[in-house]
């Protein structure tokens, strides 16, 4: 790994790739510590440290929510607008047929995704900025706010409006790393946040260490990210074969190759949409918790106490909404019925298996079955670790958040190879450059 990133510094195009994603890196960490107006910085951390709803929007935000900083909702506003998209693409048929027009198909797609983020982030920034509001008040005497909010108030709007500019802003960092970077910018964004919050957790430990559960600890993460690459590096390889073609006078021998279908297809995208879906219904209880109607506001208060990231029914429903995106991406991004026309139209075939509605079946057949292993792999990782933490045992690392999330591990490791695949397939077409010619 290290000698292909010094061989890609050597080379100057890539180079400049690797510089460009550093900076915008380096700018969005700069915009995470520019705080919205109106905000007492000091009061707000005493009071949301522990707050599962800001845990979960953390990890698209690198904690920036809990400073409230103008790109504290991180992506998570387009994030979802993305899953809307792609379940409207499944059901609304003229976005079907768009999403299979091509590079102008997707661009039309993304620009609609875009567009829809612009609403979701200012309806979550009101939802927060109501939330902290609310419990910021009352017997406690805590003033998250330096004035009240309200929308006849211009700080409030002041407020909301930065919030839902900073997610904006964000977005388009992001797709200026995919464009003129390396990797996907999305992931690099949520990958830096991540990232962000380890000096800060490796200092709050060391003031209070308890050396020998960090070494436990560290021995599970270790043998977790090893997992996690060997699972992310495993494909099924299906044979194919093409036949002998006739072009005018001249015959051309027909190949072999493989089809390579990975047991993950879908990456960490799952884990993402289930906690932006787990995320909804905090969203809403938030809305309703300062409600002057009791039953409303107990049933606010409980779906946020129900909803708890070290709770039974937000581990089960973590599993299972993982489990479920894993199958519902992975033939969003790989159709069997293209698949096997495709090969038809070619001259390919599997052999022992016929061409048309039997390829058909056959891919499809393989793909349920690995993505199974694949979908419940990414389900265990993103939950084992959190049930972990949560034993007696790790009570000490877990109070000074060195938790080992699977989430983030799993992200983060992902980022990071599918990163050197890109720097490695970019040198490989360097080399083969002075060859060719």
């Given amino acids: 790994m290290l000698e292909s990133m010094l061989n890609a510094f050597r080379a100057p195009d890539i180079r400049r790739r690797l510089l460009f994603v550093a900076f915008i890196l380096i700018v969005y960490r700069a915009l995470a510590h520019v705080l919205i107006p109106g905000i007492n910085p000091a009061e707000l951390n005493a009071k949301g440290t522990d707050n599962s709803f800001f845990g979960l929007l953390s990890l698209f935000s690198g904690g920036d929510v809990r400073k409230m900083s103008i790109v504290g909702l991180g992506l998570n506003p387009y994030i979802n607008a993305t899953i809307i998209m792609q379940i409207l693409q499944t059901t609304i048929p003229s976005l079907q047929a768009l999403s299979r027009e091509g590079e102008y198909g997707r661009n039309k797609i993304t620009s609609y995704s875009r567009w829809l ?43 909301i409006i930065a919030l839902t500019t900073g997610s904006i802003v964000l977005m388009w960092l992001g797709e200026l790393i995919t464009e003129k970077g390396i990797g996907n910018g999305i992931s690099f964004i949520i990958f830096a946040g991540i990232v962000s919050r380890v000096p800060s957790t490796v200092m709050t430990f060391l003031t209070s260490p308890d050396w020998l559960e960090l070494i436990v600890f560290g021995m599970v993460g270790i043998l977790i990210i090893f997992v996690i690459i060997f699972v992310q590096e495993g494909q099924r390889r299906i044979p194919i074969q093409y036949a002998n073609r006739v072009r005018g006078h001249r015959i051309y021998q027909g190949g072999s190759t493989f089809l390579p279908l990975r047991v993950n297809m879908s990456g960490v995208i799952p884990i993402i949409f289930a906690i932006s879906i787990l995320l909804f219904p905090l969203q809403i209880a938030t809305y309703f918790q300062a409600s002057s109607v009791g039953w409303v506001k107990d049933i606010s208060s409980g779906i946020i106490s129900w909803l708890d ?39 390919g075939f599997i052999p022992g298996i016929r061409p048309g509605q039997p390829t058909e079946d056959y891919l499809r057949r393989v793909a349920f079955r690995i993505t199974l292993a694949g979908a419940a792999f990414i389900a265990l ?57």
């Fill in 381 to 437: 990782v993103a939950v084992l670790p959190m049930v972990i933490a949560a034993l007696p045992m790790f009570a000490n690392l877990n109070a000074v958040g060195v938790g080992l999330g699977g989430t983030s591990v799993l992200i983060v490791v992902s980022v990071v190879v599918e990163t050197m695949k890109q720097l490695e397939a970019q040198l490989m077409m360097r080399s083969y450059e002075g060859f060719i010619r």
């Fill in 117 to 159: 983020s612009v609403p979701l982030s200012a309806l979550q920034a009101y939802g927060i900025l109501a939330y902290l509001q609310a419990t910021g008040g009352g017997s406690s005497g805590v003033s998250t706010f330096t004035t009240t909010f309200s929308f006849e108030k211009y700080e409030s709007w002041t407020q």
């Fill in 309 to 347: 990231t070290r709770g039974p029914l937000y581990l089960s429903m973590y599993f299972l909404l993982t489990l479920g995106f894993g199958f519902f991406y992975t033939f969003i991004i790989f159709k069997p019925d293209e698949t096997a026309n495709n090969l038809r139209k070619s001259g």
